[in-house]
């Protein structure tokens, strides 16, 4: 069992930069696959970024690719998701998720077995 815990998020305005915690409890963290999603008003959740469990290896939506930087601290059972230059279309809430299958980095929501209880993150114009 893994419990996320989300912090970060807020208002910013475009061309600004946030980070995103996600800290996770339980002796496994170093095993899951961590990932990050987001999901604006109307609109169906999508993928934003992942990571394997070394941090070795780090997918990025096209949508945020050079502007986002997923990492991770496995001695301190956190993820992060940098986000600069943000823009308007930015605005969701963001979850970060865990996958424990011990598999390969994977995009798709149903793959991951824990969710972040999700942070807002505004961007005005």
């Known amino acids: 069992q893994v419990q996320l815990v989300q912090s970060g998020g807020g208002l910013v305005q475009a061309g600004g930069s946030l980070r995103l915690s996600c800290a996770a409890s339980g002796r496994t963290f170093s095993s899951y696959v961590m990932g990050w999603f987001r999901q604006a008003p109307g609109k169906e959740r999508e993928f934003v970024a992942a990571?394997?469990?070394?941090?070795?290896?780090?997918y990025y939506a096209d949508s945020v690719k050079g502007r986002a930087t997923i990492s991770r601290d496995n001695a301190k059972n956190t993820v992060y998701l940098q986000m600069n230059s943000l823009k308007p279309e930015d605005t969701a809430v963001y979850y970060c998720a865990a996958d424990g299958r011990g598999g390969p980095i994977g995009r798709s929501g149903a793959l991951y077995d824990y969710w972040g209880q999700g942070t807002q993150v505004t961007v005005s114009s």
């Open positions: 990571i394997s469990w070394s941090g070795s290896s780090t």
